[in-house]
């Protein structure tokens, strides 16, 4: 059975259904139906959304299955929540002025804060990233040139750059991957939030102590230095990129 198209073939117009008939007994409706924003896509968003779907909405999954980069794998979500009239491809709207003229940079710096807040004041200190399950997060530097925020990250004090430097390097002392680890549902040091974890290491850096109950920003982090090219955003481990390893 062939697909029904939504444009018209000749002068590309927007067509619409007339007729429905019943295969069983031949009965038919004639009325002007409109078609559904779904039966709008064209072959490839189509495709898109049957894998989307098929893996649950994780990206890391339909990189692999449709064979395709992680940028182009974002920028297909955005086509498609656009094409569902979802809010999906469209410029946002800044909420603040963000001032990045305090962001003193270090564009030599091999370490991963350097890389990090050079790409980021580049895009004029705001960026959307996204998640291993293609949610975005919204990054923003902060006006202290050292520290950054995100909508998803609703903790205080803001997270600062050097963050990034312990990561790398606990992938590095682990042979380039680490497991993510899970904070939501243990203490510091217990089994699955341990120290060699990388919601571990980042709650040793912000001055939590063995015993002590932490956030879990992993997922924003590793959106981050996926973004930047540091490191990939493995299901259930974060992965030091050959590019960035060899440096």
């Known amino acids: 059975m062939n697909r029904l ?3 018209c073939p000749a002068c590309h117009g927007t067509l619409r259904v007339s007729t429905l008939q019943c295969p069983d007994c031949g009965m038919e409706l004639r009325n002007t139906f409109d ?9 490839e968003q189509f495709e898109f959304l049957i894998t989307f779907l098929k893996d649950r909405g994780n990206l890391k999954e339909v990189q692999s299955d449709m064979q395709i980069s992680y940028p182009t794998a974002k920028k297909k979500l955005d086509e498609l929540l656009a094409a569902l009239n979802l809010g999906g491809g469209t410029e946002k709207v800044m909420p603040k002025e963000i001032d990045v003229s305090r962001m003193d940079v270090d564009y030599t710096s091999t370490l991963a804060s350097e890389i990090i807040k050079a790409k980021l004041k580049a895009h004029g200190g705001h960026i959307t990233v996204y998640t291993a399950r293609g949610l975005p997060c919204e990054i923003y530097a902060e006006s202290d040139g050292t520290t950054f925020t ?27 991957r680490a497991k993510k680890g899970n904070g939501r549902n243990y203490k510091l040091g217990e ?16 001055g939590r102590t063995i015993g002590e109950s932490v956030f879990d920003p992993v997922f924003v982090m590793a959106a981050i230095l996926e973004w ?20």
Do not use: M, W
């Not at 078609?35 to 072959?43: E, M, V």
């Not at 803001?158 to 606990?170: Q, T």
């Not at 990129?241 to 060899?246: F, I, P, R, V, Y």
């Open 5 to 7: 198209i939504s444009k």
């Open 35 to 43: 078609l559904s924003p779904f039966d709008r896509l064209d072959k």
């Open 150 to 176: 995100s909508d998803k990250l609703p903790v205080k004090p803001a997270y600062d750059y050097k963050v990034f430097d312990d990561i790398v390097e606990l992938l590095i002392k682990q042979g380039g």
């Open 191 to 206: 089994p699955g939030c341990e120290e060699n974890t990388v919601v571990g290491t980042i709650a040793l850096h912000r």
């Open 228 to 247: 930047a090219g540091i490191a990939k955003n493995g299901r259930g481990e974060l992965i030091l990129t050959e590019e960035h390893n060899d440096l």
